[in-house]
């Protein structure tokens, strides 16, 4: 079965229409997956910051990170359930989304970032963790990740915005192949 | 003059107009407001939680707060200058919107209370001053500041 077609699925069953024609229930899932961006992306924001010397200078970086990992981890549970719920809620649409399709990649990235940070760098960290400003491969990934987790809120935001839909053509040929769209010229 | 006037003066400015008139400027502007909103979450936080007892133990508070305050500052001055711009393209909405009122009353309390009790307590001798003070003031000032967030989302839905 294809995505679109499991997409097409998940739209049909009962709880995703319910959600989707919600008065209540829809906007406080959305509320939610707001308002956690204080708690999630402002942990990861904070030790990102530290990562590049921009705060909490004298705290050692193990301790900041041993400190703000259980919020941040907390913070991700409730975006990961709001936020699939948002996309149960109107699944079709949102999986041709070209926003949704780009913040899903920065996902990806901003994910393979930390790995890689954590493998890495990472390992040594008792050698440079009283650092004032860490060195530079810590600042990078710091960098990389705050970037990539200002587009992921961006796009995410103009998720909500219909200009580039499908059933909104015509549209230039390389959004409609961005977005998966299934046009006449099949 | 009203208030209703001034707010009739400030949809109408050049600026309200501007935002109105473009399809990209709102959402451009709101990107900015919410990329501020994760900024100032984590510098509210961070304290709070620290003065609540819940995390942060090996730093001490008046340190951890002084290093978030500019922080702090910072974004809320992104939050202002790009919460005024959204403002003016939809005022006379907001004058007749509850959730606005809340949400400015809840805004005028959070940054009194930050930067006189909070900061106080933040900033004091850490043996000078019970724990449940601490807890109190933490209490107080991430609900004050989950009211500004809870009544900027509401002001969306209509």
New interface residues.
Partial sequence: MSLLRFCDWLANTQWSIALHESRWEY?IVE?VH??T???F??????LD?RLLGL?????AVS?VVK?LL??TLAGFVLMVISGSLLFYAIPVRTYQSIFFRAKVLMLISAGLNVWLFHSTTYRKVSEWERDPVPPKRARMAAGLSLAL??GI??AG??IA?N?FDCDRQPQPAIVNWAAGCVTDSR | MSLLAFFKLCEHSAMGEAIRDS?WLF?VI??FH??G??????????VD?RLAGV?????PVA??AR??Q??LIGSLMVMVASGTLLFTSEAIKCYYHAAFWVKMTCLFLAIVFTFTVHRKVAMADENQVRPLWNRLVALISVMLW?GV??GG??IG?S
């Fill in positions: 906007s509320s707001v308002l961006l204080c708690l992306l402002g942990m990861a924001v904070m910051l705060t909490m200078r004298r705290a301790e400190q259980p919020w987790w200002a809120v961006i935001r103009m915005y200009w | 399809r959402p709101e990107c919410l990329l909103l994760a900024v100032i979450g984590g510098a509210v936080l961070v939680l995390g942060f133990r090996s730093q340190q951890l290093d978030a500019r922080w989950a967030g809870i989302r509401w839905f």
